[in-house]
């Protein structure tokens, strides 16, 4: 059976818990990462040198950086919908996850630190409000694509959409003021009707 490591709080395991959940694949997950541990042991290094979650092992085959894992497992067990198996269609899905990984993460990580995991007295308030402008930048962005289609890769649901949703989700639930974004927030509720998004993203609480 396949195994998940890491938290359920963790954005980039929860791209991973939607996925399978959207593949329908069975699988165990152990809880690593903060304040449970284990990401530092030597066995999970030996596994993940970054030391970082979710890692997965399925039947042997490790594997780990997140959306790698949600590549995989969507050509694996869902290609051609999932997974676009056209050229063309398949890099358009596959640079919103590199988008998500680098511009989109890189601009609300700050602000999710700084409010969320980062005692009052210790904000740096600058730093937060430069995050929250460059969110909003991403946010536009997004808004903007999904003016002209349901989904970021077109008419359906594909690889495209987890990364960044998991992003828009814990955007969309940070206590700051936002800018109406009614493509997203459409987008959002769509993906809602998805049983895989409620339970391993929408419903988490940020911690
Ligand atoms: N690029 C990696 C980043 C992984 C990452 O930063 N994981 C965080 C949680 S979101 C982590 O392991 N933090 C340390 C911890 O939880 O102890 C991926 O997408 O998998």
Redesign the pocket.
């Known amino acids: 059976m396949l195994t998940v490591w890491g938290?359920i709080n963790?954005?980039?395991?929860q791209k991973v818990l939607w996925t399978l959940a959207e593949v329908g694949v069975e699988y165990r997950r152990i809880d690593a990462?903060?304040k449970f541990g284990v990401?530092d042991t030597p066995e999970y290094k030996a596994m993940n040198p970054t030391g970082?979650?979710?890692t997965i092992d399925d039947d042997g085959y490790v594997l780990?950086?997140?959306?790698a894992i949600v590549r995989y497992l969507a050509a694996r067990h869902a290609p051609g919908t999932l997974y676009p198996d056209e050229l063309q269609a398949r890099f358009r899905a596959e640079r919103w996850m590199d988008w998500q990984?680098t511009a989109f993460n890189t601009a609300i990580t700050p602000i999710f630190l700084g409010l969320i995991r980062t005692p009052e007295a210790q904000r740096d308030l600058a730093a937060i409000e430069a995050s929250r402008v460059k969110t909003e930048g991403c946010l536009a962005i997004l808004d903007a694509e999904l003016a002209v289609r349901p989904y970021l890769n077109g008419d359906a649901f594909t690889v495209a959409d987890i990364p960044a949703a998991a992003g828009a989700s814990r955007w969309y639930k940070l206590p700051v003021e936002r800018e109406p974004r009614r493509n997203v927030e459409r987008w959002l509720a769509r993906l809602g009707e998805r049983p895989g998004f409620r339970t391993h993203v929408a419903d988490i609480a940020l911690s």
Do not use: F, H, Q, Y
Not at 64 to 67: A, G, H, Q, R, V
């Open positions: 938290r963790s954005i980039n395991v990462g903060m990401n970082l979650v979710p780990w950086e997140s959306n990984a």
